[in-house]
């Protein structure tokens, strides 16, 4: 959509260019919470479309989002990266802002997280969740929460401070460029990674977290996801820093084996005899798995670098979908009261 400056014909001609948003919502049960939140987001956006994919809800989530003004997409596989996965592939748009059914981000601060998004240039912005352990429901996942943004920060970088929140804004740019593998809530994670592994332009802002209403219940499990983010931090590792990932298992390998052969070295230094050579055997052997392990990180850790310069090819080659720089006389050419607006 573009705007003229102005119809006036000694006014100069000047065209706006006002970003396409969509709103993105999965679900899965929040028949408690859905019809506000969509409700809430067409207040605030009220130019922006609202997608609700519900992934197998058993209740009435689908029928109440679409009473309330949004348009509903089933997503069969279950679990949220399959949901993310399919929206970033179904929906066009400039900006994607994605949040969750459950009442728990508030859709007012939407603009906000929109205006950082074109204000600072960012490819992503993410709402950090300020509240998120006053909820004495939540102090489960608390110690949880800080293990993995603490090993987050070790492992990838200091880019993030709450890399599990799903309160996030988006360029075309990041949504056509990442590959979203996860299947599970594992999956804000794997965004992270991927913009710190290309060295995203990203942004986050302090948000309010607030507490689900009666009836709604988390589908968070502690041991289960906790188990499941584990897992996709150590593949994760693996594709995009290959060198440290088996740079572990080297150290390990060659400390196990420095260990087993002293005592076989001081024994043969002394005596000229190998009397434990089933102990020497093995100790060669995990010598020779820490050389492979070592060598193995090397050879990866070049196509890993030659993977991520590709991705960054393909993010360049996505036109980007910022509003360009407007002049003084242009924006003093709108008429009186007309402001750019994102919707």
């Known amino acids: 959509m573009v705007w003229g400056a102005g119809r006036d014909r000694d006014v100069p001609h000047e065209v706006r ?142 880019d993030f401070t709450d890399i599990f929140s799903g309160y996030r804004v988006f360029t075309r740019r990041f949504v056509k460029s990442f590959p979203a593998v996860s299947g599970g809530f594992e999956i804000e994670t794997e965004m992270s990674v991927h913009a710190s592994q290309l060295k995203l332009p990203v942004s986050e802002i302090a948000l309010d977290y607030g507490r689900r209403p009666a009836g709604s219940s988390s589908k968070l499990s502690t041991y289960r996801d906790g188990a499941r983010i584990l897992w996709m931090f150590a593949m994760l590792l693996k594709e995009t820093r290959p060198l440290r990932f088996f740079g572990v298992f080297a150290a390990f390998f060659l400390v196990s084996s420095l260990v087993l052969m002293a005592p076989v070295l001081i024994e043969y230094t002394e005596t000229g005899l190998v009397p434990r050579l089933p102990t020497w055997v093995l100790s060669v052997a995990l010598l020779l798995l820490s050389v492979l392990a070592m060598v193995s990180g090397l050879i990866l850790d070049s196509v890993s670098r030659g993977r991520a310069e590709q991705k960054r090819i393909f993010y360049l080659s996505i036109p980007a979908s910022r509003a360009p720089e407007h002049s003084e006389r242009a924006d003093s050419a709108l008429p009186p009261g007309r402001a750019p607006r994102v919707a």
Do not use: W
């Open 17 to 158: 260019y006002e970003p396409s948003v969509v709103v993105l919502l999965p679900c899965y049960n929040e028949e408690h919470t859905i019809a506000d939140v969509v409700r809430r987001f067409r207040a605030t956006l009220p130019g922006a479309p609202i997608y609700v994919y519900d992934n197998n809800s058993s209740d009435l989530t689908a029928l109440r989002a679409r009473a309330a003004g949004a348009i509903v997409i089933r997503e069969p596989r279950q679990g949220k990266g399959n949901v993310v996965r399919r929206m970033f592939a179904d929906i066009e748009a400039d900006i994607y802002l994605m949040a969750d059914g459950d009442g728990t981000y508030a859709p007012e601060d939407a603009p906000q997280l929109i205006n950082t998004l074109l204000t600072e240039r960012s490819d992503m912005v993410v709402g950090t969740r300020r509240g998120v352990t006053d909820d004495a429901g939540r102090s489960g996942h608390a110690f949880g929460n800080r293990l993995f943004n603490s090993l987050y920060k070790r492992l990838f970088g200091l």
